[in-house]
């Protein structure tokens, strides 16, 4: 196993992901921020928030098995969401449940971050995703 998860005692729960990772591979898989995008470019489930995060997660995780990693060898992942607030939370909680089985995402999540922003890649995106992994 290259990466191992976990939540050291004392810090803050209960999350829906690991405060801690660390990994053992020689091999360093990064993602670049995966927007909600189909393989033409075209945009996915404009205007629906927990719509572009479950399609920007199966963009990532194709970028992943590109590189021969899965969800499984991700030492963390870090989201950039527009106008994020405390209403945000259920949808981008609804958009991860809806890929989470498909793409094989663990639970509790791999070390995160979700970071609000006034404005991404263009001004239809909602949400963009970084991975990154450790492998061999």
């Known amino acids: 196993m290259t990466v191992q998860v976990l939540t050291p005692d004392g810090m803050f729960q209960p ?5 801690v990772s ?3 591979g020689s091999r360093q898989v990064h993602v ?3 927007i909600a995008r189909d393989g033409d470019g075209s945009p996915v489930a404009t205007g629906d928030f927990a719509g572009q995060l479950a ?3 199966r963009n990532t995780a194709r970028g992943l098995a590109g590189a021969g990693a899965t969800f499984a060898d991700v030492v963390r992942l870090r989201f950039f969401i527009v106008g994020w607030n405390a209403e945000t939370y259920d949808a981008f909680t609804a958009g991860i449940e809806k890929v989470a089985d498909e ?3 663990p639970r509790p999540l791999p ?3 979700a970071i609000g922003v006034d404005y991404l890649f263009e001004p239809d995106v909602l949400v963009e995703v970084e991975a990154y992994a450790v492998i061999d």
Request: hydrophobic content about 40%.
């Open 15 to 19: 999350v829906p992901y690991h405060h």
């Open 22 to 24: 660390v990994g053992t």
């Open 32 to 34: 670049a921020g995966q």
């Open 111 to 113: 070390p995160l971050s």
């Open 103 to 105: 793409i094989g995402l």
């Open 55 to 57: 399609q920007a997660l």
